[in-house]
């Protein structure tokens, strides 16, 4: 089975959620329905992250909106609710705190991942984008490196590089005199120097 025909737990959280609700919507009063979604969530909170009942609510609000469309309801009880979950903050886009990027690098000098974490701290470029990126997308002249493509393993077609997604996914990003350094060491050490380290 591939992976994007195998539902994660986030959907299935949302899928037994939704399911859940249609049996109560189909067989208990509709009016107690509000307040039950609310103190459901209360309960929730304490046990998922929030980007996973955030999940949960919009799988809910999609099965609620069937619902009125449906005239099962008059209208939605998500619209009475007072709070409702938030998507939170994702792990992804986070910035490093001033003294956090030389801790990290610390940790991987005399790796192999050393050049690769540091392009990924000091340019924001991920990860995936850092792996694709190749020697003429450097300008040391401009102090410039190029982001058109990243790398994208998939079940059907394996290791591919694909382009950005979007416009803004292509971008020249300028670097500072120490990353270019630590780029051009890392070609210029020979191919054994690179791979024992």
């Known amino acids: 089975m591939s992976s994007g025909s195998r539902p994660g737990r986030r959907?299935?959280?949302?899928?037994?959620?939704?399911?859940?609700?249609?049996?109560?919507?189909?067989?208990?009063?509709?009016?107690?329905?509000?307040?039950?979604?609310?103190?459901?969530?209360?309960?929730l909170d304490k046990r998922l992250a929030q980007r996973t009942l955030h999940f949960i609510h919009c799988t809910l609000?999609?099965?609620?909106?069937?619902?009125?469309?449906?005239?099962?309801?008059?209208?939605?009880?998500?619209?009475?609710?007072?709070?409702?979950?938030?998507?939170?903050?994702?792990?992804?886009?986070?910035?490093?705190?001033?003294?956090?990027?030389?801790?990290?690098?610390?940790?991987?000098?005399?790796?192999?991942?050393?050049?690769?974490?540091?392009?990924?701290?000091?340019?924001?470029a991920r990860r995936n984008e850092?792996?694709?990126?190749?020697?003429?997308?450097?300008?040391?002249?401009?102090?410039?490196l190029r982001i058109e493509r990243a790398i994208e393993l998939t079940e059907a077609r394996g290791l591919t590089i694909k382009p950005p997604k979007t416009k803004r996914g292509f971008r020249e990003i300028t670097i500072d005199d120490d990353l270019i350094a630590l780029l051009m060491g890392t070609r210029e050490a020979p191919a054994d120097r690179r791979r024992d380290s």
């Open 130 to 144: 850092v792996r694709a990126l190749s020697w003429s997308d450097l300008d040391v002249t401009a102090k410039t």
């Open 61 to 124: 609000g999609a099965c609620i909106g069937a619902a009125v469309r449906s005239r099962k309801l008059a209208r939605s009880p998500i619209s009475d609710m007072a709070v409702m979950p938030s998507p939170g903050v994702g792990e992804h886009g986070k910035a490093l705190e001033p003294d956090q990027p030389e801790a990290l690098l610390r940790g991987f000098r005399g790796t192999v991942y050393f050049p690769i974490v540091a392009v990924a701290a000091f340019t924001g």
């Open 11 to 43: 959907e299935a959280a949302g899928r037994h959620f939704c399911l859940g609700a249609y049996f109560q919507l189909s067989e208990g009063p509709k009016s107690r329905f509000s307040t039950d979604i609310e103190s459901l969530y209360t309960g």
